[in-house]
């Protein structure tokens, strides 16, 4: 059965610390792996994955995937209270549009 | 960026009355859509696949005659949730993808925080 699992469940840093999130899946025919983040309603794009060791950035944040492990981890430096969120991992194969969702990573930045 | 509108954002029913959630694609066309369900601290779980001008495909687990989905135009997907349960008091989110966009992947409506009462 295809499977996303993200670590930490919950974190809790203060302004200016750096956290690394991650995740690891097992699916078939892996295809690509996104990053999502959910603030009070809906999940907004970060980042899309698709080939292992690239490292994708977005001003504070960046991520990178290593299919030889199956995972990927999502980096913020330098946190802000605005960075307060639900981070979503979700997995898709080839042939399917559907997403795997992983358990997703609660991260509380405090001022 | 694509848009996808879905409304209502809130709605409070009665147990065993109907409630429907519209979920619309702006400026683009939406072949698929998907219905997510959201628990509180949880993540998305996938409900269904919505097919325009076809039947929905449901996932294990998920009452096609509970949970009605009608894909009935390119921009338009609904979602009803039939005689409603306390227990059917959830966060329900549509996704569609414009496909002149698929690098960054599905675009997610607001959402429909149901409430029954």
């Known amino acids: 059965e295809d499977k996303v699992v993200q670590s930490p469940l919950s974190l809790v840093v203060h302004e200016g610390d750096t956290v690394t999130l991650n995740c690891s899946y097992e699916?078939?025919?892996?295809?690509?792996l996104l990053w999502y983040k959910q603030e009070k309603k809906a999940p907004t794009f970060l980042f899309m994955l698709?080939?292992?060791?690239i490292e994708k950035k977005s001003g504070r944040l960046s991520s990178i995937l290593d299919k030889k492990e199956l995972s990927s981890i999502l980096n913020i430096t330098a946190t802000q209270t605005g960075d307060s969120a639900i981070y979503l991992c979700?997995?898709?194969?080839?042939?399917?549009?559907?997403?795997?969702f992983g358990t997703g990573t609660r991260l509380k930045v405090l001022a | 960026g694509a848009v996808v509108s879905q409304h209502p954002s809130r709605v409070i029913c009665k147990s065993g009355t109907s409630v429907k959630i519209e979920c619309r694609s702006l400026?683009?066309?939406?072949?698929?859509m998907f219905w997510y369900r959201q628990f509180p601290k949880q993540s998305l779980m996938l409900m269904a696949t919505?097919?325009?001008?076809?039947?929905?495909?449901?996932e294990q687990g998920v009452e096609k005659d509970k949970f009605l989905i009608n894909h009935a135009s390119l921009t338009l997907s609904t979602l009803t949730v039939t005689s409603a349960h306390p227990e059917d008091s959830s966060f329900y989110i549509c996704?569609?993808?414009?496909?002149?966009?698929?690098?960054?992947?599905?675009?997610f409506g607001s959402g429909t925080r149901l409430t029954v009462v």
């Open positions: 699916v078939t025919n892996f295809r690509s």
């Open positions: 996704s569609a993808m414009d496909r002149a966009l698929t690098n960054y992947g599905y675009t």
């Open positions: 698709t080939s292992s060791g």
């Open positions: 979700a997995v898709v194969g080839p042939g399917t549009y559907k997403y795997i």
């Open positions: 919505s097919n325009e001008g076809s039947k929905a495909t449901y």
């Open positions: 400026d683009f066309q939406a072949t698929t």
